[in-house]
């Protein structure tokens, strides 16, 4: 295959919501043709995010990428993120709190931007980002006006105007969950943990515990089982 001929470039972390994410565009809109992006920028967790993604992209025969953004390493704070209780989800104070502790500078811009180089390059008409309408209360580039935003610099800086896509946007994570479920998604192999060193979840980070309630409320006692410890 060609680099010209892929249809989509997918940010793949291998959690929940970009897994989805690529199962949906998939079964929904038919793209066959997949170029992941994975990013190596000094996380915690990147050797069990790389696995998730290698695990996934070989599901559905997908191409991967691997990237490293040595810089950025420098940039970030090395911290395990704080635990939480499954009530203090819903404390907006708390968890923008928490969302600082784990925030990458400029993140989801500078790989939206790296993707969208390739885009430009290889005339690929789309950039697929898992972001959910759950953390986007906290998290600022989670937030559909952030992604607008940026499609609107893309009009500028691209020549081939790559419009992003964001297909869990507007869902919580029960959603996005239940959504993974009809979609048939191999959601064994997903990585969302911000702290564990092993290939399981360590059930205590905001990331895990929004996972485990979705989960829950879906009726996955069985994978919670799987994916956590």
Not at 145 to 157: A, C, G, L, M, R
Not at 169 to 187: C, D, F, H, R, W
């Amino acid at each position: 295959m060609k680099i010209n001929d892929f249809e989509s470039v997918v940010l793949l972390s291998g959690g929940l919501d970009s897994v989805v994410s690529v199962s949906y565009i998939i079964n929904k809109l038919n793209y066959n043709n997949i170029l992941a992006l994975f990013f190596d920028y000094g996380q915690n967790t990147k050797k069990q995010e790389l696995n998730a993604v290698r695990s996934v992209c070989r599901f559905y025969n997908i191409v991967l990428k691997e990237i490293k953004l040595d810089f950025l390493s420098q940039l970030m704070e090395k911290k395990l993120a704080p635990s939480v209780t499954e009530s203090e989800l819903d404390d907006i104070n708390l968890c923008l709190n928490t969302a600082k502790s784990v925030w990458v500078p400029n993140r989801n811009a500078l790989f939206l931007n790296i993707a969208a180089s390739y885009c430009d390059k290889y005339n690929i008409k789309n950039i697929v980002i898992g972001i959910n309408k759950e953390e986007g209360e906290t998290f600022s580039d989670n937030k559909i006006e952030f992604i607008d935003t940026q499609n609107k610099v893309f009009e500028y800086s691209t020549q081939c105007h790559v419009k992003i896509i964001a297909p869990m946007a507007n869902y919580t994570k029960e959603q996005i969950v239940e959504m993974g479920l009809k979609l048939k998604t191999p959601l064994k192999y997903i990585f969302s943990c911000y702290n564990s060193k092993t290939q399981k979840h360590c059930g205590k980070c905001e990331s895990c515990k929004r996972l485990m309630r979705a989960l829950k409320k879906n009726n996955q006692g069985e994978l919670i089982n799987q994916i956590f410890d």
